[in-house]
């Protein structure tokens, strides 16, 4: 199979073509032909040697896919309620770079309806994670105001639908002008342009001096002490990156007068069973918002493509990820 390494740490030129044997999969996994896989912003910190890969897990970078079911057991592809030959997209601990993967069949989740296979693709690791993070970790309800820090991210855009399909207030930061319009654009309530606003001041401002019930960020660093200063009384931070670093201070005074919790979580390493829950979540609450997204208002929910790449040119796509340009997802094609 064709498939796309890492042939040493380092700049995103160390992504290189290549051929390997194609996976075989184990009890519980299916084999799926990808004609589509995501880009991911982890996926550049394992390019770097930032962000190691479990262990049993191929060395290939991708943490989503979208294709073919091509083989499986009878068993699995049964739990899995699949057939050899349906459309999927997967969340995966890594492989996703190459034209055949494994994936745990819980961890499959059919194509929705009106969806190519690159619109899939760009599904899986942010839809799980917003929803790990927003709606089972920090329990976001109808109502409350939700704060996405970097909201044209592929993170950010699919937490600024789901947050409005649950009857959310949204407020985002972006660094520009014109993505802020993008993400209001997208539903957001209120987009904040971080280079040039005091986001604490403005998130106070556009809540009338309650602050956000719930945060969504990917920075961490100095941004913890100031999310703290414009949270809501029994507020909750998910804080999900640390792209600002990590050390971070805090005003422990004001978490307790103000009972905050902040949550932190990783995907990647957690076990099956726990991302299979997830996925059925996913399936029973979220697909039907996605379903018909492929005409013109048809679905509550859509994916939000930036620019597709082929695969053999995934160190543009890098590129294109680390110069944060963006707004949405960056997908490789195969074919």
Same mark, same amino acid.
Not at 183 to 186: F, G, P, W, Y
């Given at each position: 199979m064709r498939a796309v390494q890492i042939s040493r740490f380092g700049a995103p030129e160390v992504l290189q073509a290549t051929e390997r044997p194609d996976p075989v999969p184990a009890a519980g996994e299916l084999l799926i032909a990808v004609q589509a896989s995501g880009v991911n912003r982890p996926d550049v910190l394992q390019r770097k040697g930032l962000y190691p890969m479990p262990p049993g897990v191929s060395d290939l970078p991708g943490l989503e896919i979208a294709g073919t079911v091509a083989a499986g057991a009878a068993a699995d592809l049964a739990a899995a309620g699949l057939k050899v030959g349906d459309a999927v997209c997967a969340l995966v601990a890594g492989g996703g770079y190459a034209e055949r993967c494994v994936a745990p069949a819980g961890q499959c989740l059919p194509v929705p309806a009106g969806l190519t296979? %690159?619109?899939a693709a760009s599904l899986p690791e942010t839809f799980f994670t917003v929803w790990q993070n927003v709606f089972v970790n920090a329990t976001l309800q109808g109502g409350e105001t939700l704060l996405v820090q970097g909201g044209s991210s592929g993170i950010g855009v699919t937490a600024i639908q789901l947050g409005k &399909?649950?009857?959310a207030k949204v407020i985002v930061t972006a660094g520009s002008d014109d993505k802020c319009r993008a993400? %209001? &654009? *997208?539903g957001a309530d209120h987009a904040i342009n971080y280079r040039t606003q005091d986001f604490v001041a403005e998130v106070k401002r556009l809540t009338g001096g309650k602050g956000a019930d719930v945060v969504l960020d990917m920075v961490g660093g100095d941004y913890i002490e100031r999310e703290l200063q414009c949270m809501a009384e029994d507020a909750r931070l998910a804080l999900i990156a640390v792209q600002g670093g990590t050390a971070s201070r805090i005003d422990a005074g004001l978490l *307790? !007068?103000?009972r905050l919790a902040i949550i932190g979580s990783t995907l990647r390493p !957690?076990? %099956?069973p726990y991302k299979t829950r997830l996925a059925r979540e996913l399936r029973e609450k979220v697909w039907p918002l996605l379903e018909g997204a492929g005409s013109a208002g048809a679905a509550r929910v859509r994916p939000v493509i930036h620019q597709v790449f082929p695969a053999a040119a995934? &160190? &543009?796509a890098h590129a294109l990820m680390e110069s944060s340009t963006h707004v949405g997802k960056i997908v490789l094609?195969?074919?």
């Open positions: 296979m %690159v619109e &399909a649950f009857g993400c %209001v &654009a *997208l *307790l !007068r103000k !957690r076990p %099956v995934a &160190a &543009a094609s195969w074919q």
